[in-house]
């Protein structure tokens, strides 16, 4: 087995058919569909039980787990996978009919995969609107720590070498169910991965409410230890100097200063309460008099 489709589910039974039904629309099947259930509370078994049954072109694997988040179901899925190649596909999410044909293609064309951790397409939106930006030209190989030097922004779609993921497995936090996939995306690209950058269409999608990206920035507060770990370590990674990182823990602190304080927020980001607290007054003051000059702005004194 070559590839290995992975979704990871959570009550998107109701939607969840527009993707398998991509798959069965593949002009090239030489593929498995492993899906991790998140503990969905919908049907979604029973519809996976058929659709294992009824499926001859490709493998459809399911297991069902306690609700645990993304990362956690994306560590049992490599544990898992059969596929030299791994691919993350969200349950409302789907392909078009020659994603895994050019998968292919992609993963060929790549004549030294060393130093590869994997390659990347573009994505749309069912209007056919790119999703963030791109590049100029057919192809780049950068880390995804520099894809912002050559324009490219927004998610892509990305499928990795499964030898190279084995090495990365997502931090599991007790109490928390969420950590950012960029976490382990920087953590590859610090140690020196790159990642074949295409401008090749494999992937459709929207965000839809209640999906985690629509959460926004209330999902990294309520996961505060994960948060502060990813923001210590794009710190760490970006090279920040003493002043760019306080500024930076600054925008951290201002989101959980009032779930956890500031003496516990310094302590997660293991910097300086006294340093953090001063930056966080300083910033504060800016802001208030910002505030006050906007408001007043144009009255006669």
Sequence with gaps: ?????????????????RLYRSLQQQTVKNFEWLVIDDGSTDNAEQEFQQWQEQTQDFAVRYLRTENGGKHR????????????????????????????????????????????????????????????TTFSGDYVDISSLERDTVGITGDKSEVFYL?????????????????????????????????????????????????LTMQGRNIFIRNPVGYTMYVRQIA??????????????????????????????????HTSAVILGLKALKMDSKQLLYNIFKKNKGKKV
């Excluded at 100097?241 to 956890?260: A, G, P, S």
């Design 236 to 269: 760490e990674f970006r090279q920040m100097n003493r002043k760019e990182r306080y500024h930076y823990y600054y925008y951290c602190y201002h989101d959980l200063k009032h779930t956890l304080g500031l003496f516990r927020t310094a302590k997660l980001l």
């Design 163 to 211: 030898e190279v993921l084995k090495k990365y497995p997502f931090p599991e936090i007790e109490n928390e169910n969420f950590i950012t996939e960029d976490i382990v995306w920087s953590r590859m690209a610090h140690d020196g991965y790159k990642i074949r950058w295409t401008n090749e269409e494999i992937y459709l999608g929207d965000y839809l409410d209640g999906g």
């Design 73 to 132: 179901a994306i560590n049992k899925a490599v544990k898992m996978a059969s596929g030299r190649m791994f691919f993350i596909v969200d349950s409302d999410d789907w392909l078009p009919e020659d994603a895994v044909e050019k998968i292919y293609a992609i993963d060929k064309g790549i004549q030294d995969k060393s130093g590869f951790a994997g390659f990347s397409g573009i994505r749309k939106t069912p209007q056919g609107k790119l999703i963030g």
């Design 1 to 17: 087995m070559e590839l290995t489709i992975f979704t990871p589910l959570y009550n998107r039974a109701d939607i969840v058919g």
